[in-house]
């Protein structure tokens, strides 16, 4: 069953106040109402591997698809994928079905994205989370494609601080489904969270999973396999980790289901969405620290609306957190055990990252 999911960040005096998620500043405007010429539009969606019940990443780009197609007044189309080898297919299943926009839902998708792209010139494409590329990796620019980025890495650095001040044990942790560029961005701005907080406190709060030098770090090598995400959290927590942010889609069920198994009185924080709704299993609750939240459902549902009436451009989409498209999400029930001037001072990040004092780096973050 699919869940309605509100994005919103909270980031005020004494705990995290809404921050409303707007559309990001590159995305046309959506329009208060769509013209007839609107109702021959078809827009379409391809999930990853791990499908579109997965409360998360494919979900949330769907549920956008569907707002804005229930504006326009059309049934939008969608492919489910359950295998890499299905891409190409089910993208080109979609255009034959005549889809004028088709969504394709991640890095995983990109090659897949360009060679339908090429070979179709007169559909447009919006491609989640990741850029075209050449076979040797070289940027790639194409009319018909449209990059919708976020740069994460600004999310996750009010995470990344927001935890090294509720360490308890002084170490942190992260690790990843696969070192796709959407995925080391959310590590990076985590690294230099922590590194921001030990700036201003003097303290000496340990990363361990990512070395953000060497762009290096531990990895699931998939986004579905639980038990081995299970297996790599147990090593993280040997390590003195108490706070763990798994870039990996669902897969941070795993490790909070580690923290269970073993009595530990950790959290996690998650990414995408909201954890403590999109995933809200009593017993996991209360190990939510926070997410880092990327507005999914306003980008796809911005990007489609504006292609239905004639407004599609190859301008990359990209959230942050002075447009709305990237956050951090409540506290939830850890909001009670957290210092208020700990709370304060990630609203303070929040600002200067805005204002420019505060500078998030990735290699990966989108330009």
Not at 116 to 121: E, G, H, P, V, Y
Request: glycine share 8%; aromatic share 8%; charged share 15%.
């Amino acid at each position: 069953m699919q869940r309605s999911r509100t994005v919103t960040s909270l980031l005020s005096m004494g705990a995290l106040a809404a921050l409303v998620l707007s559309g990001c500043a590159s995305a046309p405007a959506t329009p208060a109402s769509t013209d007839a010429a609107t109702s021959d539009f078809l827009p379409c969606a391809v999930s990853d591997l791990t499908g579109f019940n997965d409360n998360d990443f494919n979900e949330l780009t769907l549920d956008g698809v569907k707002a804005a197609a229930k504006k326009i007044g059309v049934t939008p189309k969608s492919s489910e994928s359950t295998s890499e080898d299905q891409y190409a297919g089910n993208i080109d299943a979609l255009i034959s079905q005549g889809c004028n926009l088709v969504v394709t839902v991640g890095f995983a998708l990109a090659t897949a994205t360009r060679e339908a792209a090429k070979a179709n010139t007169d559909v447009n494409f919006a491609l989640i989370d990741s850029t075209v590329a050449n076979d040797d990796f070289s940027p790639l620019e194409l009319d018909n494609v449209k990059p919708v980025l976020f740069d994460t890495a600004q999310g996750a650095a009010l995470a990344g601080y927001l935890a090294a001040g509720a360490t308890k044990t002084g170490t942190v942790g992260t690790y990843g489904g696969m070192p796709f560029p959407s995925v080391t961005v959310f590590m990076d701005g985590f690294a230099d969270g922590i590194e921001r907080y030990n700036a201003v406190h003097g303290t000496t709060v340990k990363l361990v999973g990512w070395d953000k030098s060497a762009q290096n770090g531990q990895f699931v090598g998939s986004f579905d396999d639980q038990v081995k995400a299970k297996t790599l959290t147990a090593g993280l927590l040997d390590q003195g980790v108490d706070i763990l942010m798994p870039v990996a889609g669902t897969l941070f069920t795993a490790s909070v289901q580690e923290m269970i198994d073993r009595g530990t009185a950790g959290a996690v924080i998650g990414v995408n969405s909201d954890a403590f709704v999109s995933t809200p299993t009593p017993e996991f609750q209360k190990y939510y620290l926070t997410s880092v939240l990327k507005n999914l459902t306003k980008a796809s549902e911005e990007v489609t609306t504006a292609a239905a009436t004639g407004d599609f451009d190859n301008a990359p989409y990209i959230g942050t957190l002075e447009n709305g498209g990237v956050g951090i999400a409540p506290t939830h029930d850890w909001e009670s055990q957290l210092d208020p001037k700990l709370l304060d001072e990630v609203k303070q990040l929040q600002a200067d990252i805005i204002s420019g004092a505060f500078v998030v780096t990735s290699p990966s973050s989108p330009k």
